[in-house]
């Protein structure tokens, strides 16, 4: 179940991340932190600043760890 979930989870969010909507939400918060608001985005863990596999890794291990919690527990 963990895998499964970490496979198509990850690489489900990643491709999320490359949506014109998600890159338009990066670019207002950047705009709003070089307004002197807010944190920076850029440092963010993912999103759409990242690659594609960088976020299919970090979404994929979430979503594997939440599998295995999910399966162990039920």
Same mark, same amino acid.
């Given at each position: 179940m963990a895998v499964i979930m970490?496979?198509?989870g990850g690489a489900g969010?990643?491709?999320v991340m490359t949506?014109?909507?998600s890159?338009? @939400?990066h670019e207002v918060r950047r705009a709003?932190? *070089?307004a002197g608001e807010g944190a920076d985005p850029d440092?963010?863990?993912f999103g759409p600043h990242? *690659?594609?596999k960088q976020n299919a890794i970090t979404f994929g291990l979430m979503f594997a760890v939440l599998g295995f919690l999910i399966g162990?527990? @039920?």
């Open positions: 970490g496979a198509i969010m990643a491709w949506n014109p909507t890159r338009k @939400g709003k932190f *070089s440092r963010a863990p990242k *690659s594609f162990t527990l @039920g």
